[in-house]
């Protein structure tokens, strides 16, 4: 059975920097892709980043980038999102997520529990 578990969240000033780790299992599971989205209370669940397992390919949404650095370790199955700069508008429940790609949730077959990451003024 697919497991994701995201693990790192808290709460934080603004400006400060965080990092979220998300543990795939098993060891033998290798989705094409892997990102993370976030959920903010009475909004919808957005995309944040995505990265593909074979080329490592990048993507960002346009309010985290040069922020936010997703990065993987194929060998760990674990991906990782460093968030730095940041600020309450960030503030949300973010989802590790595993499947084909994209930016769009249906690209998406796994998903993790959510962590919650808040940002204080």
């Known amino acids: 059975q697919v497991r994701l578990v995201e693990s790192g969240g808290g709460l934080v000033q603004a400006g400060a920097s965080l990092r979220l780790s998300c543990a795939a299992s098993?060891?033998?599971?290798?989705?094409?892709?892997m990102a993370w989205f976030r959920q903010a209370p009475g909004r919808e669940r957005e995309f944040v980043a995505l990265?593909?397992?074979?080329?490592?390919?990048?993507g960002y949404a346009d309010s985290v980038k040069g922020r936010f650095a997703i990065s993987r370790d194929n060998a760990k199955n674990t991906v990782y999102l460093q968030m730095n700069s940041l600020k309450p508008e960030d503030t949300a429940v973010y989802y590790c997520a595993a499947g084909s790609g994209g930016q769009a949730q249906y690209g998406y077959t796994y998903w993790g529990q959510g962590i919650q990451v808040s940002v204080s003024s």
């Open positions: 098993p060891r033998t599971f290798s989705p094409s892709a």
């Open positions: 990265i593909t397992r074979n080329s490592g390919s990048r």
